[in-house]
């Protein structure tokens, strides 16, 4: 690990005007590329105390031996050098955005003597106009096979074309009419040439003119009686039509534009672009990235325009980009695109409107790309295995943890107060282990001490299990239920994880110490800066950004923060719905109802006798007296008055199933719960 004071340049050395700058280690590798309108203070920011950096920026400086920069004058070219490095370099430390696949794109050669329509994937060549990218290649297929029927475009290879030309003979296409047969000279090459840039038009968008035409043909073949002709260019418009279908309009005014979204995590962020041109979304495709260092949204929408038309120029880059977030300094990025595509580029965040409701539409891609990426690298077994192996070694345990139990504390400014204990066996989730808590010794919020009764709790309920069975003497018997189902705290972890820092992890190992239990390991893992705690240490640890272990901590982390969000939610809003008649024991939702649409009220069923309550369907004479019990205990509020004539106000309750706001409202009604303790 290098010193960065070792390579640090002297003061004055490093200009303040535009530049970028490169990272290099001892081997001389560029480990890290960046731009800076000022180089001077940017360079500065790296060469601080090595505490007060972010993990991912302390991790680069400490790999790098050396530090070199290049002057520009401008912005924009600090912009354009910044991603000729990044791609000739190819930088460890910089993001990197990978194709979660290689997308196909439709690619007419018009580069060629007779143009050719086909499905293309890699590096666009010049010449060739390219529409897309596409999802699937059979999507490009059906598109082209529509089409062919109205621009019988060449669709064969160069061998088929030059045997066809050789025999005198065209292929099946030829014969069906779905290709002109320039390989036999049924067309020239200046109509096969307008044929296919007729056939560009349309895939451009360009669509209503060339259909209103082919009706106004259509129409005068039929005037002319000419049925076979009018038929023809009917069953033609009918295949443009539904070709056009496959894409339909979103955006109105046939605009051109790009929508790019982002989502992200503390490790991993996708993005997802729709391609809309004429109103029409043309393509979509989808990166994947690790977050190797401290950046914003801003800047990894930078770094995904740079991706995205890096090697772009003229129409390719369409007149309007709308992003999540804009680059800081957005001008540069702007200019930059401009000068790509030789006109005005609009770059901005859409508020409201057809193409806000589209934005959104990309945003859920973009998150459902990242949870699928998250799901696909969870489930490889041999990536878990790998993530427990590097758990064991950060922590120094004796062997792999081969479940993990996560615990975190979720309550709305003090109330409601629960706690989530989720499972993870073998790196992957185990629901049915899962339980929740309510907070029972104390009231407020207290997440340290709440930590503290959670942990004791629940290997308490483990030692009892041990000492009724014994030493797992009796085996796998002693472990389940009569039927056959796991006991609910019988299997002991081998590492615990709490949400939170130092004391968090405190709390929870003191717990454990004052049961006795000095066989479970214990840590924590920070949100903010993804940081490991353990016990009786006064740093944390600090796994790699690339570790898989710590891929999975975080995994295990924001699945008990979900768990324990839900649970607190679902209990605040069954309190803010609770009514007297949640009280009375065995009156089911069915009663409830029956009893507010018999009487009406809570109101009129308070005053209502135990004879009139017994003629409700299904509420007997037992149930009648404990209702009346149940509504003469609960606690009146007291009435309301009128301030300006002392009047007392007494309106009728309104009715509900769940009893009402004048009704006195008790919380913390039993509930029946999988794996609730109370």
């Known amino acids: 690990m290098a010193d960065p004071s070792s390579y640090r340049p002297k003061p004055g050395q490093i200009p303040d005007s535009p530049g970028v700058y490169r990272f290099r280690d001892e081997h001389r590798r560029v480990i890290y590329v960046g731009k800076a309108k000022s180089l001077r203070q940017r360079l500065a920011n790296y060469f601080q105390d090595l505490a007060g950096l972010h993990p991912r920026t302390r ?76 999802a699937h290649a059979w999507a490009i297929r059906d598109t082209v096979d529509l089409l062919l029927r109205v621009f019988p475009v060449r669709t064969c290879s160069a061998g088929v074309f030059k045997n066809a030309a050789r025999t005198g003979r065209p292929c099946l296409l030829g014969y069906i009419g779905k290709c002109s047969a320039p390989c036999v000279g049924r067309i020239t090459a200046d109509d096969h040439g307008e044929l296919a840039d007729e056939f560009c038009d349309f895939m451009a968008g360009r669509t209503g003119t060339y259909l209103r035409r082919l009706e106004k043909q259509m129409t005068e073949a039929a005037e002319e009686m000419e049925y076979e002709r009018a038929a023809r260019l009917r069953d033609d418009i009918e295949a443009l039509k539904k070709a056009m279908e496959k894409n339909a309009v979103v955006l109105a005014d046939a605009t051109d534009a790009d929508l790019i979204a982002v989502a992200e995590d503390e490790l991993e962020a996708a993005v997802q672009i729709f391609h809309v041109r004429g109103g029409r979304v043309r393509g979509q495709r989808g990166w994947v990235t690790d977050k190797v260092e401290e950046i914003t949204t801003g800047a990894l929408v930078e770094h ?146 709440s930590m503290h009764e959670v942990i004791t709790r629940r290997f308490r309920r483990y030692l009892a299990e041990k000492e009724r069975t014994g030493e797992w003497a009796d085996g796998e018997d002693a472990l389940t239920e009569e039927d056959g189902r796991p006991k609910r705290f019988a299997y002991p972890p081998q590492l615990v994880v709490v949400d939170g820092g130092q004391p968090q992890v405190a709390a929870a190992q003191r717990a454990l110490e004052e049961l006795g239990i000095d066989d479970v390991a214990v840590c924590g893992l920070a949100k903010r800066l993804e940081e490991v705690w353990l016990p009786h240490e006064e740093d944390p640890v600090v796994l790699p950004r690339t570790s898989e272990g710590l891929y999975l901590l975080q995994r295990v982390r924001d699945e008990a923060h979900r768990f324990a969000i839900t649970y607190q939610r679902t209990k605040r809003a069954k309190r803010f719905r609770a009514g007297p008649l949640d009280e009375v024991p065995g009156l089911g939702e069915t009663r409830k109802q029956a009893l507010i649409k018999h009487f009406g009220s809570v109101k009129k069923l308070r005053s209502a006798t135990i004879d009139e309550i017994c003629e409700v369907p299904g509420i007997g004479r037992k149930t009648a007296e404990t209702i009346v019990a149940a509504l003469a205990l609960a606690a009146r509020p007291a009435p309301a008055v009128n301030m300006a004539t002392g009047e007392i106000i007494d309106d009728e309750e309104p009715e509900t199933t769940e009893g009402s706001p004048g009704d006195p409202v008790t919380a913390g009604a039993p509930e029946e719960r999988r794996g609730q303790e109370t």
């Not at 912009?79 to 490095?85: A, D, G, I, T, V």
């Not at 791609?87 to 018009?110: G, I, Q």
């Not at 740079?306 to 772009?312: D, H, K, P, S, V």
């Open 304 to 449: 995904a325009l740079q991706q995205l038309y890096g090697e772009e120029s003229g129409d390719a880059v369409p007149k309007e980009v709308l992003v999540p977030a804009l680059p800081d300094p957005v001008d540069p990025v702007q200019e930059w695109l401009t000068g790509r595509r030789g006109a005005n580029v609009s770059l901005r965040i859409p508020q409201r409107g057809d193409k806000r409701a589209l934005m959104e539409t990309v945003e859920r891609n973009a998150q459902q790309a990242l949870v699928l990426h998250k799901t696909r690298r969870a489930s490889d077994l041999t990536t878990r295995s790998r993530a427990l192996e590097e758990i064991s070694e950060a922590l120094g345990l004796d062997s792999a943890p081969l479940r993990i139990e996560c615990y975190d504390i979720s309550h709305l400014q003090g109330d409601d107060v629960v706690a989530s204990m989720v499972v993870f066996e073998d790196g992957l989730a185990r629901k049915s282990e899962y339980r929740r808590f309510q907070i029972k010794s104390f009231q407020g919020q207290d997440d340290v001490r």
């Open 59 to 134: 991790s680069m400086v400490t790999t790098a031996a050396s530090v070199e920069w290049t002057v520009v004058s401008t912005e924009v070219e600090a912009l354009q050098l910044e991603y000729s490095w990044i791609k000739e370099y190819d930088p460890r430390f910089n993001v990197k955005y990978r194709d979660d696949k290689s997308y196909p794109y439709l690619a007419v050669t018009m580069n060629e003597e007779f143009p050719r329509v086909q499905v293309m994937r890699g590096h666009k060549k010049k010449g060739v106009r390219y529409f897309g990218p596409y």
